[in-house]
């Protein structure tokens, strides 16, 4: 199948037929379904309860194996251990230890991809702070509310920074400020070129973030396409000026009558409750009231933003500068070696370090008074000089 595989998830004749004891076909969930799926792209899957969306998603992930067709995930079958470190999922119910608080439950995860514990600490911290759960970090799961636990199940999703994002109903239970922030989080994936599947019965949520959606009915597509042609209507035209009042509205009556046309509709537009939800929670906030739940999410991750492969690209390319020569001979290669390491040391402290030099302005005595020098986080600088890993005295 590898030689026909275009994009990220590819299904042809996908089927999936549940049988009882006896082998007897008993229902079928998902029959003759054909998916592309490409890179960057945010993808639906709606339908109705046991319209086959879980089965399918199930099947790409290697949990299911179908009765007829076949599916690949990055080329390769979804059983293939390879493929799992790139792929996140948020099943459609927090499958979490209650008595775990949320700390742990994301380091738990991270070890499971065998991240080292520095990286683990930093990407646990941005993560919580991500979703709203900084200030109840410490908070056993099974303490959290439906939504808090959907947001601690996106959230370790997310720990091994995937290429591949798979979400079954993740809004639910979640509230408006979750659901907006989820929205903008699903949108900076995919700038960064990874692939959404998104599952939901909320259609609002999927009409906001997805490129093309597909439908399904008894486990059969009925729909697929992208959003802007499945929903334009071709046959109306929409204008939206300023208010009018009737004189106006009689005389484009007038002129729409003279070239056959009619006024169907006139009214004010509305705005969306999510927004004016919104902003009421942002007056709120500002006001400083105190909230004993979830609150509003802090930035995107830093490993999460479109602009981290740039930056740790570049580093690593100034590095590499500094290796450029390598000599052959037996003995020089020992030296230089050494020699090499030095240089990456002092071109990676050149670029992460903050000057420590004293100004021409500042007096050279006493320099008790003076603000203490903000250190920066040497973990990427760790990452690429291979330095000491899982060290609990260091961490």
Request: include cysteine.
């Amino acid at each position: 199948m590898a030689d026909d595989v275009q994009g990220v998830v590819v299904a042809r004749n996908l089927t999936k037929v549940f049988r009882d004891f006896w082998l007897r076909e008993k229902v079928t969930a998902v029959a003759g379904l054909d998916l592309d799926i490409r890179a960057g792209e945010v993808f639906g899957l709606l339908g109705p309860n046991g319209s086959g969306k879980s089965t399918t998603i199930k099947m790409i992930l290697g949990l299911l194996y179908p009765t007829r067709g076949r599916v690949a995930v990055f080329g390769r079958l979804p059983t293939d251990v390879r493929i799992k470190a790139d792929i996140g999922f948020l099943p459609e119910e927090s499958y979490l230890y209650p008595f775990l608080d949320a700390r742990e439950t994301l380091d738990f995860y991270g070890r499971l991809f065998r991240q080292p514990r520095r990286q683990r600490r930093r990407r646990v911290d941005m993560l919580l702070d991500m979703v709203g759960l900084g200030s109840v970090a410490y908070r056993r799961v099974g303490e959290y509310s439906k939504g808090m636990q959907r947001r601690i199940g996106l959230a370790q999703a997310l720990i091994n920074d995937p290429q591949l994002l798979i979400l079954d109903e993740p809004t639910s239970g979640m509230d408006p400020i979750g659901t907006r922030q989820f929205k903008d989080l699903i949108r900076t994936l995919a700038m960064r070129g990874k692939t959404v599947i998104l599952s939901s019965h909320l259609l609002a949520d999927v009409e906001d973030v997805c490129d093309r959606i597909c439908i399904l009915y008894g486990g059969r597509q009925r729909a697929l396409g992208r959003m802007d042609e499945l929903l334009s209507k071709e046959d109306f035209t929409q204008i939206t000026t300023e208010r009018l009042d009737e004189p106006s509205l009689e005389s484009l009556r007038r002129v729409l009558a003279a070239s056959g046309r009619e006024l169907l509709q006139v009214s004010a537009p509305r705005d969306k409750l999510e927004s004016l939800f919104l902003r009421i929670v942002q007056e709120a906030q500002e006001q400083r009231l105190s909230t004993g739940g979830a609150v509003s999410g802090g930035v995107i991750a830093e490993f999460l933003r479109p602009d981290r492969d740039q930056t740790h690209n570049v580093l690593a390319g100034l590095v590499s500068v500094a290796e450029a020569k390598a000599p052959t001979d037996t003995q020089e290669v020992a030296s230089s070696q050494a020699a090499a390491a030095q240089r990456k040391t002092e071109v990676l402290r050149d670029l992460v370090e903050p000057e420590k030099t004293t100004s021409a302005l500042q007096p050279q005595g006493d320099h008790k008074d003076a603000s203490p020098t903000k250190q920066p986080d040497r973990g990427l600088l760790d990452e690429l000089l291979g330095g000491p890993k899982n060290n609990p005295e260091k961490s």
